[in-house]
């Protein structure tokens, strides 16, 4: 006899505020929404008489969406800036630099590697930040848009970020990662951006 997931103690759903988002060396609390990876399988279709047969073809992945809010220190927009630096960006006026610098362009390499090589979306328990449920990893992440917001004298909203990041694939709790949850923080540009200071040590990477 089934027993009604309401009534059991032990049972607990998945909940959406319960996550945590390392991106970049980011600390999570500035995090205000971030989508889950999906996936769209192509399909061949095949027609024969009065008839129409359909095959599975390619899969690709999803972009995922996320929502930051910008606070002064750390500076998301000067970190997010950062970003396309390190992603080999020349702004025009330093085109001439010394030594050929400026002659630079934007990469894949360079720009993965900004992010760190990957981005994990980790789903937690009421345990907290050692209790990972489901853990996603974003591979070889490329931002392709930006969007700073609207300022706006009528209202007190706080500013967000909207980022909208394409991969090449996803994995669901990769047991090859030495950890599920944070990468390593190399590249954090977050910290870079605040002249070194970073967020709150308990949000760190």
């Known amino acids: ?45 095949h027609n024969f008489l009065q008839h129409q047969f359909h095959f599975p073809g390619r899969v690709s992945w999803n972009d995922v969406q996320m929502t930051l809010v910008d606070p002064i220190q750390p500076d998301s927009t000067a970190s997010l800036m950062s970003i396309l630096t390190e992603s080999g960006y020349v702004l025009p006026p330093n085109i001439a630099a010394a030594n050929g610098a400026g002659l630079k362009t934007i990469s894949k390499e360079g720009m993965v590697s900004s992010l760190d090589n990957h981005v994990t979306i980790d789903m937690i328990g009421a345990g907290g930040a050692e209790d990972v449920i489901e853990s996603w990893r974003l591979n070889n992440p490329l931002i392709t848009s930006v969007n700073f917001d609207t300022l706006d004298y009528g209202v007190d909203d706080l500013l967000n970020i909207q980022i909208t990041v394409k991969y090449d694939w996803a994995t669901l709790n990769d047991p090859s990662s030495t950890t599920l949850g944070p990468s390593s923080g190399a590249n954090n540009l977050w910290k870079a951006a605040a002249g070194g200071t970073g967020g709150t040590p308990i949000f760190d990477n």
């Open 1 to 45: 006899m089934s027993t009604n997931f309401w009534a059991e103690a032990s049972t607990e759903p998945k909940r959406k505020f319960r996550y945590l988002l390392y991106f970049a060396g980011m600390p999570q609390f500035i995090a205000k929404t971030v989508s889950k990876p999906s996936f769209s399988v192509g399909t061949s279709t």
